[in-house]
């Protein structure tokens, strides 16, 4: 055995928790051939019994190596981790490395915020101009309303950095929704609930690509050409992390697909599930939620 498994007890895989196919998920439950019955795919019944994601041995390869590893895997869609969708999972070690990888995408939005602060000297830029508004015609003044409060919270010093750190834990947590199979055994709800926190692993990418990002502008600030070398770092850097964002939505697609051994419709509907969830997230935590605090802010302030 690999340093990179981890045997799961027999307490961990009770009767109610069948082995599964790797390839369709027909139940194995008394099936002692070498091949599945219903899709012809080769059982390796040593293999069944093992976690192989490198995160389940953490104890073993030291936990810096084994989050690298589990990353390196996730994110190239290792063939070595093609099958843990069907394998013995403790969802309390994959719930450690998703607070990890939601406290390193928590570091980038703060680290995106703190530069944004420096340059413009403040919060103030948080705030929407109001006479626009004011001047405009009466039905949309229902705009100066929900503009006024929101600016209120947004240049209270703890908001936005507090609502930063709820939303990359939320973005993180709100995966598991995808992986729930409402027929599914306890067990296997929580193996499934283990692949959605795995699955997330490309978004501590984004941790590297900002450090880079910061470096380089940093740099280019010294050319003659300054204006277009700022441009054009900008614009490479987009492209980098607007494909970060895509394969961290197709590995979350794909577990799902092996999870739930799902179509192309059940993706479909996976991802549009998956990018409302984000954009409610976003709404509530950077929308909603500033609205709150400034509005309570507001009418705290008038009682003076």
Same mark, same amino acid.
């Given at each position: 055995?690999?340093?990179?498994?981890?045997? $799961? %007890?027999?307490?961990?895989?009770?009767?109610?928790?069948p082995?599964? +196919?790797?390839? +369709?998920?027909?139940?194995?439950?008394?099936?002692?051939?070498?091949?599945?019955?219903?899709?012809?795919?080769?059982?390796?019944?040593?293999?069944?019994?093992? &976690?192989?994601?490198? *995160?389940?041995?953490?104890?073993?390869?030291? +936990?810096?190596?084994?989050?690298? !590893?589990?990353?390196?895997?996730?994110? $190239?869609?290792? !063939?070595?981790?093609?099958? #843990?969708?069907?394998?013995?999972?403790?969802?309390?070690?994959?719930r450690?490395? !998703?607070?990890?990888?939601? =406290?390193?995408?928590?570091?980038?939005?703060? &680290?995106?915020?703190?530069?944004?602060v420096? #340059? #413009?000297?403040?919060?103030?830029?948080?705030?929407?101009?109001?006479? %626009?508004l004011?001047?405009?015609?009466?039905?949309?003044?229902?705009?100066?309303?929900?503009?006024? %409060?929101?600016?209120?919270?947004?240049?209270?010093w703890?908001?936005?950095?507090?609502?930063?750190? @709820?939303?990359? @834990?939320?973005?993180?947590?709100?995966?598991?929704?995808?992986?729930?199979?409402?027929?599914?055994?306890? !067990?296997?709800?929580?193996?499934?609930?283990?692949?959605?926190?795995?699955?997330?692993?490309?978004?501590?990418?984004?941790? %590297?690509? *900002?450090?880079?990002?910061?470096? =380089?502008?940093?740099?280019?600030r010294? &050319?003659?050409?300054?204006?277009?070398?700022?441009a054009?770092?900008?614009? @490479?850097?987009? @492209?980098?992390?607007?494909?970060?964002?895509?394969?961290?939505? =197709?590995? $979350?697609?794909?577990?799902?697909?092996?999870?739930?051994?799902?179509?192309?419709?059940?993706?479909?509907?996976?991802?549009?599930?998956?990018?409302?969830?984000?954009?409610?997230?976003?709404v509530?935590?950077?929308?909603?939620?500033?609205?709150?605090?400034?509005?309570?802010?507001?009418?705290?302030?008038?009682?003076?």
């Amino acid at each position: 055995m690999g340093n990179d498994c981890v045997i $799961i %007890p027999p307490t961990q895989t009770p009767d109610d928790d069948p082995p599964l +196919c790797p390839n +369709c998920g027909y139940d194995l439950r008394g099936v002692h051939a070498e091949r599945c019955s219903e899709c012809g795919q080769t059982i390796d019944w040593a293999a069944l019994g093992l &976690s192989g994601v490198p *995160w389940a041995a953490r104890r073993d390869i030291g +936990c810096v190596r084994a989050y690298l !590893r589990t990353l390196w895997l996730v994110t $190239i869609n290792s !063939r070595r981790l093609k099958h #843990e969708a069907v394998k013995p999972q403790l969802l309390a070690d994959a719930r450690s490395f !998703r607070r990890i990888t939601a =406290v390193a995408f928590a570091a980038v939005l703060l &680290s995106v915020f703190a530069v944004a602060v420096i #340059e #413009e000297n403040g919060l103030v830029f948080m705030a929407v101009p109001p006479e %626009p508004l004011r001047a405009t015609a009466s039905p949309l003044r229902w705009m100066y309303d929900l503009t006024v %409060p929101w600016s209120a919270g947004a240049t209270l010093w703890p908001v936005i950095p507090a609502c930063l750190i @709820f939303l990359a @834990f939320a973005l993180a947590s709100s995966v598991q929704a995808l992986f729930r199979v409402a027929s599914a055994s306890p !067990r296997q709800q929580d193996r499934a609930a283990a692949i959605s926190c795995y699955a997330i692993a490309p978004l501590a990418l984004f941790l %590297p690509w *900002w450090v880079l990002w910061v470096f =380089v502008r940093m740099a280019v600030r010294g &050319s003659p050409l300054v204006w277009f070398a700022s441009a054009g770092v900008a614009s @490479f850097f987009v @492209f980098v992390g607007a494909l970060l964002l895509l394969v961290a939505i =197709v590995r $979350i697609m794909q577990w799902v697909s092996r999870s739930r051994h799902c179509g192309f419709t059940g993706i479909v509907a996976a991802m549009a599930k998956l990018l409302g969830l984000w954009l409610l997230c976003i709404v509530v935590l950077l929308g909603v939620l500033p609205w709150c605090s400034g509005f309570l802010w507001i009418v705290a302030d008038s009682l003076r």
